[in-house]
């Protein structure tokens, strides 16, 4: 069974900064990329930024300049500074495989309020 365990969602107040974790376990092959979405009350699910297996990274205009892909072997981090309200969304971590199987997270709350 592979579970991605997410952490450090919250309430921020506008132009401040949190830190997303998204912990990857159990029988994971090889992990081609890792990736952070979100959603919105109301709104479709959006790609936020993503981070490959040879570190090339991809992010939203929306959050370009402002947050920050990176990963540790089985772990994907995204660094939120400047907050903004329109941030505000559940976010979810996603991981592809080798095999092209994916996996999320459960998501975690961010809340960002003016």
């Known amino acids: 069974q592979v579970q991605l365990v997410e952490s450090g969602g919250g309430l921020v107040q506008a132009g401040g900064s949190l830190r997303l974790s998204c912990a990857a376990s159990g029988s994971i092959f090889s992990i081609n990329a890792m990736g952070w979405y979100r959603q919105a009350p109301g709104k479709q699910r959006e790609l936020v930024a993503t981070i490959s297996s040879g570190a090339g990274t991809n992010y939203a205009d929306s959050v370009k300049g402002r947050f920050t892909i990176s990963r540790d072997k089985n772990t994907v981090y995204l660094q939120m500074d400047s907050l903004k309200p329109e941030d505000t969304a559940v976010y979810y971590c996603?991981?592809?495989?080798?095999?092209?199987?994916?996996?999320w997270g459960q998501g975690t709350q961010v809340t960002v309020s003016s």
């Open positions: 996603n991981i592809r495989t080798v095999l092209s199987d994916t996996y």
